[in-house]
């Protein structure tokens, strides 16, 4: 049975989820911004959720229409079956975002959605399933525009950057699937000799080592699906088994990882050790200023830290320049990349970057600066 879905995403990385989920044999593959609609049937919704480096969730679109106000959200929410959707016995919650929503409250709104889904489980099974707003076995998505809504059951569950692999962290953690689109938007390939030089808990290396070792992204997690009425166990054993199969044995893969933190390459290490992949990658306690390449060309990758702080805009000031300075001596060959929400960034360093690609960190607006260095060529 053909369904519609849409499937979110850090903002910056909408093309490549679409050509991400015509890979699952997605169907009508529509890019908007902040994600891509697209239709399927479950099979394609749960290699969605297991293959999907890029994804944020995938919503399951369960009604749609217009509404002028709460009450019309509230009827429209009424006449939809949801016990045929999931079993009373399962807590959910209610998400509503908004654009050019004329509502005065989004809160009344959401409150009104849930009474209607309360009610009709009242109404068809004569008890209603209970709230959790922090952990929901079922996540129920409303989205508004100016006059139409449409409603969504999540099929994912936890957000599908929580890959089950990250125990440990260390400050403002990059989210997986931005890492994984910073890696595709490098041109990164397999084989290719890869260094993140200021590595932190170590993203940047999990995506590529799973990238490389074709090790599907949700293999060590669960799914919202698996809850709905609608679940089919065996499509879904099945698309698992397959992924399971594809995989590689993890051997060395020519990625590289440093930190000046000893405590963040203490962290990495452990996340690495923990997903069973520490044999793909080298990690050392490194600064910046002291980083010696580990092959004649390869990829750079890197988040800096951001000057939030008092003060340390100051310190970066001074840092980017020397930054500079070593790639300018060492790394001649390679391809540089750094995401950073610091625009001074290519200018400090006194390079010229040839691409500059808007992403979101969260909320925070960055820059992927991308640097060829090429021998000699690159001083301003």
């Known amino acids: 049975m053909e369904l519609q879905y849409f499937a979110t995403c850090p903002r910056g990385l909408e093309q ?39 994804a944020t969730r995938v919503l399951m679109q ?12 509230y009827q429209a929410a009424y006449k939809l079956n949801w016990p ?97 689109g910073i890696l595709q938007l490098s041109g990164w ?21 799973m990238m490389v070792l074709n090790i599907a992204p949700g293999l060590k997690r669960d799914f919202g699906f698996e809850k709905l009425k609608n679940f089919e166990s065996d499509t879904w054993k099945k698309i698992k088994n397959t992924a399971v199969k594809a995989a590689k044995p993890t051997t060395f893969q020519q990625l590289y990882g440093s930190d000046l933190d000893i405590r963040a390459v203490r ?38 830290p951001y000057g939030v702080r008092i003060g340390e805009d100051e310190e970066l000031a001074q840092l980017y320049p020397k930054m500079g300075e070593v790639l300018k001596r060492n790394f001649a060959g390679w391809n540089t990349y750094f995401l950073t ?16 690609t808007p992403l979101f960190n969260g909320p925070l607006e960055c820059r992927l600066f991308e640097i060829k260095m090429v021998a000699g060529s690159n001083r301003k």
Request: glycine share 6%; charged share 25%.
């Open 16 to 54: 490549l989820l679409s050509e991400e989920l015509k890979a699952q044999q997605a169907r009508n593959v529509q890019v908007t911004d902040g994600g891509v609609s697209f239709m399927g049937d479950l099979a394609v919704c749960y290699r969605a959720n297991l293959h999907s480096r890029l």
């Open 62 to 73: 369960v009604g749609r229409g217009k509404y002028t106000s709460e009450d019309d959200l």
């Open 84 to 180: 045929n959707l999931f079993d009373v016995k399962h807590d959910f919650m209610v998400k509503v975002t908004g654009v050019k929503c004329p509502l005065k409250s989004l809160e009344f709104a959401t409150l009104r959605i849930k009474d209607a889904v309360c009610d009709k489980f009242r109404q068809v099974v004569g008890s209603r399933p209970y709230i959790d707003t922090k952990n929901p076995a079922v996540r129920i998505h409303a989205y508004l525009t100016a006059d139409s809504y449409t409603y969504y059951i999540d099929s994912s569950g936890a957000a599908l950057y929580q890959r089950g692999n990250r125990r440990a962290s260390i400050e403002a953690p990059l989210r997986e699937n931005l890492a994984a």
């Open 189 to 209: 390939q397999a084989g290719q000799p890869l260094l993140d030089p200021m590595c932190g808990s170590g993203t940047f290396l999990l995506e590529a080592a």
């Open 267 to 304: 962290v990495a290490k452990q996340n690495l050790e923990e997903a069973g992949l520490m044999e793909a990658v080298k990690l050392a306690q490194t600064n910046f200023t002291e980083l010696n390449p580990p092959a004649t060309s390869g990829v750079m990758i890197a988040n800096p």
């Open 341 to 356: 929400n610091d625009l001074r960034l290519p200018k400090l360093m006194r390079l010229s970057p040839s691409k500059k």
